[in-house]
């Protein structure tokens, strides 16, 4: 099965060696999103809860390009610099995912790139191949 690499103009560029997501035939790997605005690859905002939605308007377009929405997702991982953020996380996701959710984690690390206070990755499961 050859896997399909995912790029959009609607989330950030990779800022290094990976791709913004890779679909091999239903299911697509997406990279880590962080905080940063496509259009001018800054950071949307220092305040964590800005910076949270703007990581899920990233995924969503990430989502959106491998023919899915982020309710396709089955998995997420959330990397926090703070884990006592875990209640903005929770509801910011709420805006974004309905019921049933995906699996999650939520890691508290040291830093994240260009000091991001969020990173999320996860994988998605889309209905066909196309």
Known sequence: MAKVIINTDNAPQAIGTYSQAVKIGTTVYLSGQIPLVPATMEMVSEEFEAQAKQVFENLQAVCEAADGNINDMVKVNIFLTDLGQFATV????????????????????????????????????????N
Do not use: C, H, W
């Open 90 to 129: 929770n509801e910011v996701m709420s805006q974004y995912f309905n019921k049933p959710y995906p699996a999650r984690a939520a890691i508290e690390v040291k830093a994240l790139p260009k000091g991001a206070q969020i990173e999320i990755d996860g994988i998605m499961e889309v209905p066909s191949t």
